[in-house]
């Protein structure tokens, strides 16, 4: 599915700013045309891990705690904090004192806030660097405070404000949409399907950013780029609906690359669903970064509070956005109050739930930790001033990141991760049901009160497994249960309200998967695989590539000299997994020192078998280790691809977008609905890379889509180019 992103109006603004701390009040400077030098950092090494802790409304020193001491020894990839900014300090009311979304109606862009200052937030992204765990911060950009305050109210620094001037900024009347001016209404959104008031009204009585306004985004982006230049790695963006999608793209123009790894930061943004107009969907805003996918969280809310076998239709949800465009959730902060979603108060649903998000491909998965509440505009714990308390996991804290289930399935993910697919999701009972990720990992759920034992398809090569549900793998074996894989299948007792995962990191003799790195090669498996029969130094886990063209309803398999490898029987061969781009792959145990003859097989449903060409194939398995060969199946005409970026100059009216169409399936077919959209991060240029055939001649053309549908073609004969045999490949034009 494509993406849609509206060109930023007026100059797209790529100037860099540089965001200075004033010495004196500690607020943040728009400065002129230059940009500051990144500080020196010592070199850090990041986890390899799409998985995100999302600690809401922890203090800085116990996010720092959770990094050292959890988050970066089990793999987690990110953690997302609560918004650093100074926010007002509410008076207490019929809500009780400090209510949790005081730190949602910012008052300056100082780091001084409810969680620590600014020093204790440089620390904490320091020590979850070291541990290596990106800083992911709710950033709110769409607003200040709210304009019915009470007189006299001060944020938490002691800093003053009234509804329309933040001096400390400074913002002042100019730079707020106001009711009856550029809002059409008298300040509320009455229709929120009315883009026009969503984007430049006020939500909930909050000052609105008039982020139209170059002066405005200028501020918004030196409060972000002051971030990054801390280390903060990415943005979870409040409110994103109510931004203008060309504002927002401008503003991110505007950003500095991540320290530590010197990339583009990391976008997730808010877009609450229930809009009917799809200009305020999530999926029109996705050019921008990701988005956050509501109605994923309350599908898995309604499986797991009906029949979780509903779970094996998630590709046909009508969900928020494409996989690949979703930073995905079980519940945050405002779900878990308004009940649509599972939260902490729903027990082993909400933990099995957690479980299946980790395990299933859609979306960035992240797990949810906050505070315990009775009231829905309860305070986190905190001191007489409002200050939150450090973290303790019990009563007033959950901790789901750090229990071992959750930690083993970050693991599971981690190893699972090459592969975007599942396969043999089998359904036992209407709330029993187990799958797998290719080669890499399996997991069986139990949503009900008896044990059930079944027999699955795992994927996985044969041998011993350590549940990372129940415990760890150890290098004398695993603390928790284990699985005994044959011939691809395992027979389990999953208990009751419970769950069993398992994958190629986590054998007996293994390290402990949880402190494990998560970065995996895709090619080899990490340790030997135990067979229930023999000694773990009698086998070496072999791992078997191949590149081949498969009909339909062909399947790759190798076949060879020995019975584990089906004694060149190819219905006895082992099944190789689908891993995208024609390239398939198998963790086989074989016997050590051993010279193997094999070949790969193409084999149907029917049993009609198409050996590949040539000679045997021979390998010789050694003493200890592992072992691994990557092929190509001989007699096929396999292309490699050659990432080919597309750049062309043009100049769209608001609502347009451009994409790139061309005579191959890449470029789609020359069916412009099926054409790649290109991104207006440097507008007016439009650019997007995809991958084509090596060694072919390729037609193409760039159209515009207009917001009624219809599409406009440039002018002239069509484009072309030639790929290379490899290596990569360029086009810049501008639009005919």
Avoid at 22 to 46: M, S
Avoid at 360 to 368: D, E, F, I, L, N
Avoid at 631 to 646: H, K, L, N
Wanted: with cysteine; proline share 6%; charged share 15%.
């Amino acid at each position: 599915m494509l993406s849609v992103r509206p060109h930023p109006r007026g100059r797209a603004g790529r100037l860099l700013l540089a965001a200075a701390l004033v010495a004196a009040g500690g607020t943040v400077a728009v400065a002129a045309a230059t940009t500051t030098a990144a500080p020196a950092r010592a070199a850090v090494v990041l986890n390899d891990s799409e998985v995100t802790a999302n600690l809401w409304e922890w203090n800085w020193t116990s996010v720092a705690a959770a990094c050292t001491d959890h988050l970066g020894p089990a793999g987690y990839g990110a953690v997302q904090v609560a918004p650093p900014q100074e926010s007002v300090k509410l008076p207490a009311s019929a809500d009780g004192a400090y209510p949790w979304y005081e730190v949602y109606q910012p008052v300056s862009y100082k780091l001084d806030s409810r969680f620590g200052n600014r020093q204790q937030f440089a620390a904490m992204v320091t020590a979850c660097h070291n541990a290596g765990v990106r800083v992911y911060v709710d950033a709110v950009v769409n607003h200040m405070a709210g304009t019915n305050n009470p007189a006299g109210t001060r944020g938490y620094a002691g800093t003053e404000f009234s509804g329309y001037s933040y001096p400390a900024v400074p913002y002042g009347d100019g730079d707020f949409h106001r009711p009856g001016d550029n809002c059409p209404t008298g300040g509320a959104i009455n229709d929120w399907n009315n883009e026009a008031q969503v984007t430049s009204c006020e939500l909930l009585s909050l000052s609105d950013l008039y982020t139209e306004k170059e002066a405005v985004r200028n501020k918004i982006a030196a409060y972000l780029n002051d971030l990054i230049g801390l280390g903060v790695d990415g943005f979870r963006v409040d409110a994103v609906k109510h931004i203008r999608k060309d504002d927002f793209a401008a503003i991110l123009g505007k950003l500095n690359n991540t320290v530590v790894e010197g990339r583009r930061p990391y976008v997730a943004q808010e877009i609450f669903d229930g809009a009917s107009n799809s200009a305020l969907q999530a999926r029109a805003y996705i050019a921008n970064g990701d988005v956050l996918d509501f109605a994923y969280a309350k599908g898995i809310r309604s499986a797991f509070q009906g029949s979780i076998s509903a779970l094996a239709n998630v590709p046909n949800w009508n969900l928020d956005a494409p996989g690949a465009n979703v930073f995905a959730m079980v519940t945050n902060h405002d779900l878990e109050r308004d009940g649509v979603v599972l939260s902490y108060k729903n027990g082993t649903d909400y933990v099995l739930a957690n479980y299946f998000a980790l395990a299933y491909p859609h979306g960035k998965p992240s797990v949810y930790d906050s505070f315990t509440w009775s009231n829905r505009n309860q305070s986190p714990p905190h001191d007489g001033t409002g200050r939150v308390t450090d973290t303790v996991c019990g009563a007033a804290w959950t901790c789901l990141s750090r229990t071992t289930g959750v930690k083993g399935m970050v693991g599971w993910a981690n190893a699972a991760r090459p592969v975007k697919t599942v396969s043999d999701f089998t359904t036992v009972n209407s709330n029993v049901i187990g799958f797998h990720r290719g080669d890499r990992a399996w997991i069986g759920i139990n949503d009900s009160g008896s044990a059930t034992t079944a027999t699955f398809t795992t994927g996985l090569a044969d041998g011993r497994y350590c549940d990372v549900i129940s415990g760890v793998a150890t290098g004398s074996g695993c603390t928790g249960s284990t699985v005994t894989v044959s011939g691809g299948r395992a027979t389990v007792t999953l208990p009751a309200n419970d769950a069993v995962a398992i994958h190629v990191n986590a054998r007996p003799g293994a390290s402990p998967s949880p402190s494990a790195s998560p970065t995996v090669s895709p090619t080899v498996s990490p340790s030997p695989t135990v067979s229930p029969t023999v000694s773990p130094g009698d086998r070496i886990a072999t791992t078997f590539t191949v590149t081949a063209n498969l009909a339909a309803g062909q399947d790759v398999r190798v076949v060879g000299s020995i019975s584990a490898l089906g004694s060149w029987t190819p219905a006895s061969g082992v099944k190789l997994t689908a891993q995208g781009g024609g390239v398939y792959r198998a963790t086989v145990d074989l016997p050590r020192s051993t010279a193997v003859e094999y070949k790969f097989v193409k084999l149907t449903a029917a049993g009609a078998v198409t050996w590949e060409s040539g000679a045997n194939r021979t390998l010789t398995t050694p003493a200890t280790g592992t072992y691994a060969v990557t092929e190509t199946f001989r007699g096929d005409t396999v292309s490699t691809a050659v990432a080919t970026t597309f750049s062309v100059t043009a100049t769209t009216a608001y609502g347009q977008n451009v994409f790139v169409v061309g005579n191959i399936p890449a470029l789609g077919g020359w069916n412009p609905a099926a054409a790649v959209a290109l991104s207006s991060a440097a507008y007016p240029v439009w650019r997007a890379t995809v991958d084509l055939p090596a060694n072919t001649a390729v037609e193409y053309k760039y159209v515009k889509k207009n917001p009624d549908g219809t599409v406009t073609w440039e002018s002239g004969a069509n484009r072309t180019l030639t790929t290379p045999a490899g290596g990569t490949r360029a086009v810049t034009d501008t639009w005919r």
